[in-house]
């Protein structure tokens, strides 16, 4: 088995580590464990990791210090929440400054392995078209050099039909589902993971209105109390409004729905 990604998991609890690193290495991930803030600050300052599994509620330096630190150091380094329902604020306060997602204790192997899958994915996501397009900007300058007239000739192609199972569109807002990235008009909008499923879920029951409870559900794949979901839903909702909306204040898409949820106005 080739080892393609490193992890770094960050946990006080002693079983937690062992047994979400024999998930991941099961899996062909490399994986290092620390027990404590001080203690993965150390790997840290060594070199960068693909992911990181980060406990917030632990002795002396608690996660959201840390959290920080990662920021500090790895601007763009994926990390993933471990949480237990009586640290959800601080979950919630730890999307807000950078993580990428986060996942209640005790852990699920198949989620685990599947939100590791995904966000090292979207990392990678970047990278990858920059060299998608200067691979073709490559080709097209080639063509040109052999066949000087190819451009006009092009110019009179055939458009290229819209992929149904590539784009997700409801009146001017659209999804690019395979680079994960949203039209508005002729506006290109990049969102963070999280909240970019959030819009996914909106656009997909357009116009009806979305619960709290929901819009969670369906977008991160949790089963949250009302106040929970109302609390989560409220801080991706002004991420969107942020990206999309031309005045936050007055907006045009995302529509509150008092005591229910929120809807997208196609």
Do not use: C
């Not at 995904?118 to 063509?143: H, K, M």
């Not at 040109?144 to 807002?173: H, I, K, L, M, W």
């Not at 949203?182 to 290109?188: A, K, N, Q, T």
């Not at 009806?208 to 991706?236: C, D, H, I, K």
């Amino acid at each position: 088995m080739v080892v393609t990604h490193t992890v770094l998991i960050v946990d006080d609890e002693a079983s937690l580590r062992q047994s979400l690193s024999m998930v991941l290495k099961s899996s062909g991930y490399r994986v290092t464990t620390a027990s404590s803030a001080a203690e993965a600050s150390q790997f840290l300052k060594a070199g960068a990791f693909d992911l990181v599994f980060l406990d917030l509620k632990m002795p002396e330096v608690d996660g959201l210090t840390l959290l920080r630190e990662i920021r500090r150091l790895y601007p763009h380094m994926a990390v993933l929440i471990l949480t237990a329902h009586a640290t959800m604020d601080s979950a919630i306060e730890a999307v807000r400054l950078g993580a990428r997602d986060y996942l209640l204790k005790p852990i699920d192997p198949e989620r685990i392995l599947m939100r590791a899958r995904e966000i090292i994915e979207e990392n990678q996501e970047p990278t990858r078209l920059r060299q998608v397009v200067n691979q073709i900007q490559g080709l097209i300058d080639e063509l040109n050099v052999v066949e000087p007239d190819a451009s006009s000739s092009r110019s009179q192609a055939t458009p290229v039909v819209e992929d149904p199972n590539r784009y997700f569109r409801r009146g001017t807002v659209a999804l690019d589902m395979f680079t994960r990235r949203v039209h508005i008009g002729d506006r290109d909008v990049l969102l963070p993971p999280s909240t970019f499923d959030f819009l996914a879920t909106l656009i997909r029951h357009a116009p009806n209105p979305v619960t709290y409870e929901l819009l969670v559900q369906e977008s991160q794949g949790y089963s949250l109390t009302r106040a929970e979901a109302r609390e989560m839903s409220r801080w991706q909702i002004h991420e969107i409004r942020k990206a999309i909306e031309v005045e936050i204040s007055h907006p045009r898409y995302i529509i509150t729905v008092r005591d229910v949820g929120y809807r997208l106005i196609p």
